[in-house]
């Protein structure tokens, strides 16, 4: 998904702080570390970085989920094409 479709998605009065556009903003990161460590297989300081991002991402997919709207969060998962998180 292109970084400019997605913003046009999301509503004038959500910005850039909207738990939607971190939620995409910390998807592209992961997927552009995933692919970076298929090749550099021993990068374990980008590993840790990674499981720092992923961590991030589902305390805000879970806050979506269970305190704002679970709509939104189905929408959004939808959009970004990710699995849903376990909740505990």
Do not use: P
């Not at 590993?47 to 991402?57: A, C, N, V, W, Y």
């Amino acid at each position: 998904m292109v970084k400019n479709a997605f913003i046009s998605v999301i509503s004038e009065e959500e910005k850039r702080g909207a738990v939607e556009f971190q939620v995409f903003r910390f998807t592209n990161k992961i997927r552009r570390l995933t692919s970076h460590l298929e090749v550099h297989k021993k990068d374990y300081l980008s590993q840790r970085g990674l499981r720092k991002i992923l961590g991030k991402r589902q305390r805000l997919l879970a806050y979506l989920a269970k305190k704002k709207n679970r709509v939104r969060y189905k929408e959004l998962i939808g959009q970004l094409n990710i699995r849903e998180t376990k909740t505990r």
